[in-house]
């Protein structure tokens, strides 16, 4: 099934609304980006992390933990449509650091419609690397 311009625009608020959440740490609004029972994976990027299962555990974890100054998703594209309630998605990933340096990476989701919206279901983040070189990334010391 080809996805309509309105469904990407209510899937691409999805992802921004993300980066505004986080950036904001309004943590008790994260059900307006994922549904329930979704599956973050940012093992990728930070292996100190562990995969979240469940809503209650990505608040838990996001509440807890360092972030960057600021995220930023852009560039978000539909890649697939597995069912009538699905879409894949790729978006690119920028975060600035507190020392300003910049760090892209990926985001790929599967995004499911519920009576509420689109909603992530699982979300797994790429490896960031710094413009301008490859690794280390900020991610790989948590302190």
């Known amino acids: 099934m080809k996805s309509t311009i309105e469904e990407q625009l209510l899937l691409q608020d999805v ?43 990505i608040v838990e974890q996001f509440r807890g933990m360092k972030h960057p100054i600021a995220h930023h998703a852009v560039n978000v594209v539909v890649t697939g449509s597995p069912t009538e309630a699905t879409r894949e998605l790729t978006s690119k990933l920028l975060i600035v650091m507190e020392d300003h340096k910049v760090y892209v990476g990926e985001y790929r989701d599967v995004m499911t419609e519920t009576p509420a919206g689109w909603r992530v279901q699982h979300r797994v983040g790429t490896r960031p690397f710094r413009v301008g070189g490859a690794p280390p990334s900020p991610f790989d010391n948590p302190s």
Not at 25 to 43: G, H, I, Q, S
Request: proline share 9%; charged share 20%; glycine share 2%.
């Open 15 to 57: 992802v921004s609304r993300y980066v505004h959440l986080v950036d904001h740490a309004a943590w008790d609004r994260l059900d307006e980006v994922f549904v329930p029972d979704a599956v973050v994976d940012f093992t990728n990027f930070a292996p100190y992390i562990p995969v979240l299962r469940g809503l209650p555990a």
